[in-house]
């Protein structure tokens, strides 16, 4: 018979027992929900809360057969949807990669309604785009060449442009913080030339004591002003105390064409540090035809090409009568994807979703047809993102959305795509290029004894309340982690700190820290 003793020293055994087993499998689950320490504090002195902030990371474990399988380290509210901002780029250029392939060009053609007769262009050009993010100076200046090896010399007609690829809803000039001026704020557009951006480099002469004010892309129009002072000030904040001003202003926001070929000049005033030495000044100050007309004039005449009278750019369809003059081609999709992920460019970004519209589904391409080609690529590929919301596909948008275990997941898919090494390498890498190069040096000296160097390859996102990160991490000990993290927050401009933090803890191996060999 069991006394009384015994029987409450065998029940507190079992309770013992029972706590350790629930400690234990307490401790197994909360694995994956834990948060690094030192994100914690880093979110508590920025003063923003955990749920705030969405984590999801998985190891990516490569097998024998060629193919990989995951082991998930950690998921904090991971199937939240939250506001990824440029983050989503990747979404635009993973599906765009594999949807159309990395060898995809752009073609601007050009027609014209006259012959060439003499060297001479009896007739008008129309330029019919269909969406290249980038078409620069330096793309038409090969499309001017082209145009010379036809036996054009001088042009006797006027230049229309042939937008009819877009949705006009698509080129609306709206922003969402008023910034219309800002170069990030660019609308969309079948013929962007250079950004539609008129960027001004600003620095002390070398020779002299004055300011020496350089702009591109070459308008065939454009003078500048200067009244600019030089002061004895240090270059931080050389902005405040400098005054813009493009005359007539009528041209900044005017859709009359009839002024595309209106004298313009830039007038800079106020107070300039004489310790700058080099800025840049980017301004959208132009309507698009009366950029791209200028633009286009000046390109022909640094090429040798001549007018009869100077054209005046206007919008129009091309006519059934026209016959094709030129084909051009721009640089190709890989390319292109380099430069929207590692300088999250927005306008890029938003032309390469509207692209994947205007091949699948036809013109006039518009963001909700660009949103059917995605949603049916990811059901090809498997994947069901429920709260996925695509506005414009480039981030700069207050309500898409996506969740950090559904960029996990497409971080993971793109490991088994043909273009996985592009995608890979268009991510900026930390200390280095892109987004990314200030961010992590100190950490990364660490491993520089190391023969294989650990690297971070992160897509950064940015909005007033918003932070985001998505990408790769290559451990230390050569592990690879898929890692996306979501700040949503008024605070969200401090957690930058945070996600480094994050990105630290898996240079280190995160849960298991080995030694480095």
């Known amino acids: 018979m069991q006394t009384h003793q015994t029987l409450s020293w065998r029940l507190s055994i079992w309770i013992i027992a029972l706590t350790w087993m629930g400690a234990c499998l307490f401790a197994n689950a909360a694995s994956i929900d834990t948060i690094p320490k030192t994100v914690i504090t880093s979110l508590d002195r920025s003063q923003i809360p955990r749920n705030a902030i969405s984590i999801a990371v998985v190891e990516i474990e490569p097998q024998k057969t060629g193919k990989q399988t995951t082991k998930t380290i950690l998921g904090w509210r991971a199937q939240e949807p939250m506001n990824p901002a440029s983050a989503m780029k990747l979404l635009t250029t993973l599906s765009g990669l594999d949807i ?35 078409l620069v100076p330096e793309e038409l200046a090969k499309l001017m060449k082209a145009l010379q090896a036809l036996g054009v010399q001088k042009i006797d007609g006027n230049l ?28 969309p557009d079948p013929l962007l030339y250079a950004f539609r951006t008129l960027s001004f480099q600003l620095g002390k002469s070398r020779t002299a004591d004055f300011i020496d004010i350089r702009y591109s892309p070459a308008m065939s129009q454009l003078q500048i002003d200067n009244q600019m002072q030089l002061v004895d000030r240090p270059c931080d904040n050389w902005k405040s105390n400098m005054r813009f001003n493009l005359d007539p202003e009528s041209a900044g926001n005017s859709s009359n064409t009839n002024k595309t070929d209106q004298p313009l000049t830039a007038q800079f005033s106020g107070a300039f540090p004489n310790d ?50 030129l084909q051009f081609e721009g640089i190709n999709l890989a390319d292109d994807v380099q430069d929207i992920n590692k300088y999250s460019n927005n306008v890029m970004a938003r032309q390469l979703l509207l692209t994947l519209a205007l091949e699948k589904m036809g013109k006039p391409a518009s963001t909700e047809n660009g949103e059917l080609v995605i949603q049916s690529w990811l059901k090809q590929m498997g994947l069901d993102f429920p709260g996925l919301v695509i506005e414009n596909g480039s981030g700069l948008s207050r309500s898409e959305s996506i969740s950090a275990e559904q960029m996990n997941q497409l971080l993971i898919t793109a490991r088994n795509l043909p273009a996985s090494e592009i995608f890979y390498n268009s991510l900026p890498l930390a200390g280095s290029d892109g987004t990314m190069r200030n961010r992590l040096m100190t950490q990364l000296r660490k491993f520089l004894h190391l023969k294989k160097k650990p690297e971070v390859r992160i897509k950064t996102g940015s909005l007033a309340d918003v932070r985001a990160i998505s990408g790769y991490v290559l451990s230390k000990s050569g592990k690879l982690y898929a890692v996306s993290s979501f700040i949503n927050h008024p605070n969200a401009w401090k957690g930058m700190e945070a996600h480094d933090q994050l990105l630290t803890w898996l240079l ?10």
């Open 100 to 134: 159309l392939g990395p060898q995809y060009r752009w073609r601007t053609n050009i027609y014209t309604d006259g012959m060439i007769r003499q060297g001479t262009l009896k007739g008008n050009l129309y330029l019919q785009g269909t969406g290249d993010p980038k």
């Open 160 to 187: 229309f442009f042939d937008r009819s690829a877009y949705a006009p809803g698509v080129m609306e000039h709206s922003t969402i913080d008023g910034e219309s001026l800002r170069a990030y704020n660019v609308p």
């Open 276 to 325: 700058c030495k080099g800025v840049y000044y980017n301004v959208v100050a132009l309507d698009a035809n009366t950029f791209l007309t200028q633009g286009f004039t000046a390109a022909w005449e640094q090429a040798g090409g001549t007018w009869v009278k100077a054209p005046v750019g206007k919008s129009a369809t091309v006519p059934l009568a026209a016959r094709l003059l």
């Open 508 to 517: 280190e191996d995160g849960p298991e820290p080995k030694q480095a060999r």
